[in-house]
């Protein structure tokens, strides 16, 4: 038979069905379909062994619904033999709210640039629905085969399995649909690859990129809801989740991103700079690359856990190659964000950029040979920190050493459990320093150059001798309650210069003339 886009059967309608149990048939022409399946007709097999070998064909098409919309047109694959041998050819494609089951006795051989086993849409009729247990791997799959698309309307139930070891493979593509994974995807190249809006993946299974891209790639519009308990896993050059050039909007909601520790690549990577990345009870295992890497301000709050491993950083605000940018960034509302950095050479929190910072995230610096768990490189004149950094290093807690950062302001708490326990070191630029109502401050802050400031308002609280340089320097105590006298301050030490002490409507009694050595 010559020509294209033929049809070879069609079967129509609610009553109409058809059983094939050991035939063997193949459609050749170009863009052509073997098997229609639409207006709530049913395909059943036990058995057949049906191929596509021309280009763009396919096997098994389910389209649609009968005229009241109440039965969807069905195929069942149980037992069969399906082979993709046409170039961009596929073995099974969903429809204008049909629905479909490849169980687990299916066999699927993909031979082609292009040939895919799945493709799943809505219409007119509804969302589409693609059920699939079956295996794809190296044994069956080509180099450039794809194993399924769920487009706009398209549901994938996925309960099978995808092993993609080929370089640049890709195990899913979604545009606008929606895919359910309960098993294992694993990939060399993009395990999952997200184009369009208003994708979602809700993962309970395994989705690894062994190397290459991501194990989630987003791009060209994409935005995508990542739910569930499932893990996410990469390893080699590859990250958790890419969001490429393009890419519009992530969330992350109780999911689990696992970098493998020989991996290079970034738990979540920001190539597309856009902000507002939220992370919603999410837990991110990094050891050499970022947790996050991103010059552009994640969402205001956020939640989850960060666990740095090996020589990684928790969150890594710059741009992708190395140098500073000039975004602001405010994610305040974000202390359920905890930043875990469990090694000597990782690190929590670092930002480079010349814009202003507003941060609530929580690090704890676990290791004692750890170093700080913020750290304000760049240009960055004005931070508030309101989240609770902790610390079992003699390291500054807080590093904005940089020439730069002016104006310090705490509300949350910073904490260091060493011996010589110390907030912060700075002698590179003067700093006004305030500690705000709520903030809680143990160990040294050292402001040792210029004129500085320390003001210390009601409602805060600091086991901390504040010690400045040769400067001209302003200790302001603001609306000080004599009760709280006892927990403001360790000491107050000016150094030398001409320094100052302001009483704001405070009230503050000298007992110990030990406690403000510059006066005494």
């Not at 969302?127 to 190296?138: E, P, Q, Y």
């Not at 909601?253 to 992370?279: C, F, Q, R, Y």
């Not at 507003?358 to 490189?377: C, E, F, Q, R, Y």
């Not at 150094?495 to 003339?513: E, Q």
């Amino acid at each position: 038979v010559s020509g294209v886009n033929q049809i070879g059967y069609v079967i129509h309608g609610a009553d109409s069905s058809i059983t094939n149990s050991d035939s063997v048939q193949s459609v050749s022409t170009d863009g052509s379909t073997l098997y229609r399946i639409s207006g709530g007709a049913a395909y059943s097999a036990a058995g057949g062994d049906l191929t596509a070998s021309g280009a763009g064909s396919t096997i098994l098409l389910a389209t649609g619904k009968n005229d009241d919309n109440t039965v969807a047109s069905n195929i069942n694959t149980a037992g069969m033999t399906l082979r993709v041998n046409g170039r961009d050819a596929t073995a099974l494609r969903v429809e204008g709210g049909a629905e479909a089951t490849i169980d687990a006795s299916t066999n699927i051989s993909l031979a082609q640039n292009g040939a895919t086993a799945g493709i799943v849409r809505g219409g007119a009729t509804g969302a589409s629905i693609l059920n699939s247990a079956a295996v794809l791997n190296g044994d069956n799959v080509a180099v450039g085969a794809l194993g399924y698309k769920v487009l706009t309307g398209g549901t994938l139930n996925h309960s099978g399995t995808i092993d993609l070891a080929a370089a640049d493979s890709t195990g899913v593509l979604i545009n606008g649909g929606t895919l359910n994974n309960t098993s294992a995807i694993s990939v060399n190249g993009t395990a999952v690859d997200i184009i369009g809006a208003d994708s979602t993946v809700n993962n309970t299974g395994v989705i690894t990129a062994t190397d290459g891209r991501a194990a989630f790639r987003l791009s060209d519009g994409a935005s995508l809801n990542l739910t569930g308990s499932g893990v996410t896993h990469a390893t080699g050059s590859a990250h958790g989740i890419l969001l490429d050039d393009g890419a519009t909007g992530l969330t992350v909601k109780d999911a689990t991103i696992n970098m493998d520790p020989i991996s290079t690549g970034n738990g979540i990577e920001n190539k597309a700079e856009i902000a507002g990345i939220h992370l919603d009870n999410t837990t991110i295992n990094a050891h050499n690359g970022a947790g996050v890497r991103t010059s552009a301000s994640l969402a205001q709050s956020n939640s989850g856990v960060i666990n740095v491993i090996g020589s990684g950083t928790g969150l890594l605000f710059q741009n992708a190659d190395g140098s500073m940018t000039d975004n602001a960034y405010d994610m305040s509302q974000s202390q359920a964000l905890v930043v875990n950095v469990n090694s000597a050479e990782g690190r929590g929190m670092t930002t480079n950029t010349s814009g202003d910072i507003k941060t609530g995230v929580s690090v704890n610096v676990n290791d004692a040979g750890g170093g700080s768990a913020l750290v304000i490189v760049g240009q960055t004149a004005h931070v508030e920190q309101s989240g609770m950094l902790a610390s079992t290093s003699a390291t500054q807690v807080v590093d904005i050493n940089n020439g730069y950062t002016t104006d310090f302001v705490n509300s949350g708490t910073i904490a260091s459990t060493a011996e010589d326990a110390l907030v912060m070191n700075v002698d590179k630029q003067a700093v006004h320093f305030t500690n705000q109502a709520n903030g809680n401050l143990t160990g040294a802050v050292n402001l040792m150059t210029g004129n500085n400031t320390v003001t210390l308002e009601h409602g805060s609280q600091a086991k901390t001798a504040f010690t400045t340089g040769a400067g001209d320097d302003l200790f302001e105590l603001t609306n000080i309650t004599a009760d709280e006298n006892p927990v403001l301050f360790t000491t107050l030490d000016g150094g030398a210069g001409h320094n100052t002490l302001a009483l704001n409507n405070s009230v503050y009694t000298l007992k110990d003339a030990g406690t403000c050595p510059m006066w005494s």
